[in-house]
């Protein structure tokens, strides 16, 4: 079952972070941004309220909780009311997908990265934002876990478990980029190759075609 009681709850709560921590809202965006050239045709699972798609000239999300969706249609997003595991569009749609802060609310992670296969182009690829299990941040989290509105329910992936799933799921040709050091004044906004440090890592992977079936 979607993990969706808190946004439903907290929406405008979830919606207003965004302008609080512009900084690393920004870091984390533009760190997105450096990933997809602006011609592709991509949908946004777990669309939230729009934050990242309308920036990034993404018209299509999907999002299985109604408060999150009428904060992003009101921005313009044309929202599908459905959950990663189950996309509501046909094989080979989109040359992109864009998964960020998703994959810890979903209930089977191989499940959604194989439907996003499915809905990819050939060589298409799929981009995945999240704020890593391993890291310093990611560790407070867990910590407090048990306070947070949001997190609460979640399930924090590490970098390496990400990977692992994706190259399970037919994914190749991994890039990974950080962003967000906490207590690093004099990296905010930065973004880096790789990953140990930063704490919200973007990982872009292609949908591989050479599958041999077992």
């Not at 189950?86 to 990265?113: A, G, H, R, W, Y």
């Not at 809905?119 to 867990?142: A, C, M, N, P, R």
């Amino acid at each position: 079952m979607a993990k969706i009681e808190s946004f439903e709850k907290y929406s405008k709560e979830y919606d207003e972070w965004f302008i609080k921590n512009r900084d690393i809202y920004l870091a984390e965006l533009n760190a997105i941004k450096s990933l997809i050239s602006s011609d592709k045709f991509g949908v946004e699972i777990g669309v939230g309220s729009g934050r990242f798609a309308l920036p990034l000239g993404i018209k299509i999300g999907v999002d299985p909780s109604k408060k999150m969706a009428e904060l992003s249609r009101n921005r313009g997003i044309q929202v599908y009311k459905a959950v990663a595991e189950q996309l509501p569009f046909n094989d080979e749609t989109f040359d992109f997908i864009l998964m960020v802060t998703t994959i810890c609310f979903v209930d089977d992670l191989v499940k959604s990265f194989k439907e996003a296969y499915r809905v990819l182009k050939t060589d298409g690829f799929i981009i995945v934002g999240f704020v890593d299990k391993e890291s310093e941040l990611g560790k407070q989290y867990q910590l407090k876990k048990e306070e947070s509105k949001f997190y609460r329910n979640a399930t924090l992936y590490s970098v390496k478990e990400t990977i692992a799933l994706l190259r399970e799921t037919n994914f190749t040709d991994v890039v990974i980029k950080q962003t967000v050091f906490p207590g690093q004044t004099d990296k905010i906004g930065l973004i880096e190759d790789g990953y140990g440090v930063g704490s919200f890592v973007i990982i872009k992977a292609i949908k591989a075609t050479d599958i041999t079936e077992s």
